[in-house]
């Protein structure tokens, strides 16, 4: 199969009360510990590419790579995505480029400022086959380069997701309801909270519209945990309640973005293997466990908090 767009994806989605893991990736490992999970546990997947990952590991090797794990896993459909498009230029680039979805993320700017910048966008995805994911609300947490301060969030607002999607044409909206990127999602302390009234809203604002979560990665205690023990500093890293990203799933939320999770379970598994084997210095020694512990960390997402296992 060769990579496909999410439409059909999120249609069965949203019918279904599942979602679509979408999970970012910047290396080798990381795209083959997810696929290989997904390939196993016959699950629809959606890859996404940052700037900051373009920039990194450089669009071409990305793109070739997903390409290598499509040829591998024939039998499930995958998206190709980009993750927090800041601007035309960039999808432009990516739809040139061979992404078959991409997201435009006007989300820092006034309402009529990102109405004009998605549409663009939209208009030059659509023709070419492109779908594309708009954003309204503002999340806490870093996202690439940008930092945003918790006071400078604010929640979706529930009137403005009907004259956005149908002056824009997206296909998919992104809102706020309390998630946030990175490790630090909420205080010790605090109870976590999503804000399932204004996803109630936009569900019934927006009927059968697939709706996106990001800055869902539940930051799992047992790899914070593994960091901590094997030299590293993370006190109070924590995430989304995993029963609350299952409930979204439930409701009309068809796709997840995870990607702390991931760097979390690399970041660990690398530290404990070095503390074990500290005359170690073969990169596939240490990668080893790193990209078998993302397999079994996407397959927890895919069966246990996503639903989408079997859905491919
Ligand atoms: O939302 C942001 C994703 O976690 C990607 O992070 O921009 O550092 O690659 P990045
Ligand atoms: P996390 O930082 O919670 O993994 O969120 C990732 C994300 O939203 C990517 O766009
Ligand atoms: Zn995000």
Redesign the pocket.
């Known amino acids: 199969m060769a990579l496909v767009t999410s439409k059909e994806m999120f249609r069965k989605a949203y019918e279904g009360g599942y979602a679509i893991g979408a999970f ?1 990736v ?1 290396n080798m490992e990381i795209i083959q510990g997810i696929t290989e999970a997904a390939k196993e546990e016959n699950a629809p997947l959606i890859l ?1 590419v ?4 373009r920039a ?1 590991a450089n669009h071409t090797y990305l793109v070739k790579l997903v390409e290598a794990a499509v040829i591998e896993c024939p039998n499930i459909p995958i998206v190709l995505h980009l ?2 498009g800041p601007d035309f230029e960039t999808c432009k680039s990516c739809i040139d480029g061979g992404f078959t979805s991409v997201m435009i993320d006007g989300s820092s700017f006034a309402f009529n400022e990102n109405v004009e910048v998605t549409k663009k966008v939209v208009e030059y995805a659509h023709a070419h086959g492109v779908v594309v994911e708009g954003e309204l609300g503002t ?1 806490a ?5 940008v930092k945003v301060e918790d006071g400078m969030s604010s929640y979706t607002n529930p009137d403005q997701v009907q004259e956005f999607v149908e002056k824009t044409g997206v296909d998919s909206l992104a809102i706020a309801i309390g998630t946030s ?2 490790a630090y999602k909420f205080k010790p302390g605090q109870k976590p909270q999503l804000r399932f009234d204004i996803l109630q809203e936009v569900e019934r604002r927006l009927p059968g519209f697939p709706i996106v979560l ?2 869902a990665s539940s930051v799992i205690p047992e790899y914070v945990d593994m960091i901590n023990a094997n030299g590293g500093k993370m006190p109070d890293a924590i995430g989304i309640p995993e029963p609350m990203l299952r409930q979204a799933a439930s409701m009309a939320v068809c796709k997840i ?1 995870i ?2 999770d991931l ?1 979390l379970a690399m970041t660990g598994s690398v530290r404990k293997y070095f503390n074990e084997h500290p005359d170690h210095f073969d990169p596939r020694q240490y990668l080893k466990p790193a990209r078998a512990n993302i397999k079994e960390l996407v397959r927890h997402k895919l069966v246990d908090v996503l639903g989408c296992a079997g859905k491919a």
């Open positions: 970012n910047n996404q940052s700037k900051g990952a990194y993750d927090h999340l947490g870093v996202e690439d380069d990127h990175g990001h800055g973005n990607d702390s760097r």
